[in-house]
Structure formats: structure tokens, C-alpha cells
């Protein structure tokens, strides 16, 4: 599912259970600009997806317009879609090589990133009896993940491990096996979930 589709599903969402948030609340929940908020709105009144309406005190509400309502149903299968294309296709990259990992006597496995790959890497990992023994993302350190507290970055060093994986899709896997580098952890250690577009790519060990 394409970025815009998805912020597009997002505002459709959040302005149909709630027509009277307003556009800095709707920002923080979506985790975007205000300004970009701002244009999205613009974007989908001018598509005749959604009707502004002033109300008391200044206020602005905002209503889905049939057209809208029909949007948001055609957006909602075409995420459910995406997400079961997404489901198969980390779980068909992550078989083979992680099955490989337990054959060789590893187990202990690290995730950097919390994405939703992560939760469906989850599931694999379980099934192939490996086990999850940390979680690595600056954004939401002190937070807890699959019922591990998050770490950061630097201070992963404690961590024993036989293989990574980075699923922070939204990131450059460049610059995560860079950081990775300048800890000390092997290269080999290191597989590489890529997003592009509509499509999951597995990026052998020591490539980015």
C-alpha cells in the first residue's frame, strides 16, 4: 500500500470517529507535520472525500461525504490486502534463512525496529523455536515490545545474540548496519528486512 493511500485511510479514520478533532491532534496521531496534516485535509476536501463545516466558537468539524465513506471501505480492503501480501511474503523470505540460523545452533535472536514486519517475524522465529532476547529501537526506548522492554541503540552492548534483524522499514538499512558496524557486531550477524513500495526484500548478511 502506497504512503499516501495509508495517511490518506489514516485521516478518513480518525475524522469519521471524530469530526471535531482538530488538525494539531490529528498531526500527533498521525506522527506528521502539522503542515502536512493541514495539506492532506486540503487534499481530500478538494476530492470531495470530506466536507468542512464551522461551527460555534470558531470550531471546525469535519464530515465524510458519501463519496468519502466509500473511499475509506475501498482503502480498508486494500490495506487488509497489503497486509496479508505483507504477512506471506516477510514469513517466505524469513523461513529459509532463519531455519538455517537454527540448524547451525543459533537461537538467540535480536530485533532492531518495531514495525509491524517485527510482529510477524515474531511468529516465525517462535515456530522455528528460536527465541527473541531483545528489542532495539531509539524511538520508542522505555517502552515495552512482544513483553521485552525497548532498548537504545547504545545500549545494546549487554545483548548476547547470534542474529539481528532490522525491520525499521521507515529507516535506511544503510545507515542501521552503519551504526551496527561502529558496536562492533559482525556484518554476518545481520539480516536486513527492505521495504520498497509494495514489496519486502531479505538483504543478505553484510549487505545494505
Known sequence: METEAYRDLKVLEELSANPSLTQRTLSNRLEVALGLTNLMIRR????????????????????????????????????????????????????????QVAASGGRRVVFFGTS???????????????????????????????????????????????????????????????????LGIPEEKILVLEHQGPRIRLLPPGRG
Open 116 to 182: 509491524e514486519v517485527a510482529e510477524i517475524t515474531y511468529l516465525t522465529i517462535k515456530e522455528l523455536g528460536l527465541e527473541l532476547v531483545g528489542v532495539v529501537d531509539d524511538q520508542v526506548a522505555g517502552t515495552k515490545f512482544l513483553g521485552l522492554p525497548v532498548m537504545r541503540l547504545q545500549d545494546m552492548n549487554s545483548l548476547s545474540f547470534d542474529c539481528g534483524i532490522v525491520s525499521a522499514l521507515n529507516g535506511s538499512p544503510v545507515t542501521m548496519q552503519a551504526q551496527l558496524s561502529s
Open 44 to 99: 481530500l476536501v478538494t476530492k470531495g472525500y470530506v466536507k468542512v463545516v464551522s461551527a460555534q466558537r470558531n470550531r471546525i468539524r469535519y464530515f465524510l461525504t458519501p463519496s468519502g465513506i466509500a473511499e475509506k471501505t475501498r482503502l480498508t480492503y486494500e490495506y487488509l490486502e497489503y497486509s496479508l501480501h505483507l504477512y506471506r511474503e516477510v514469513r517466505r523470505l524469513l523461513t529459509d534463512t532463519l531455519s
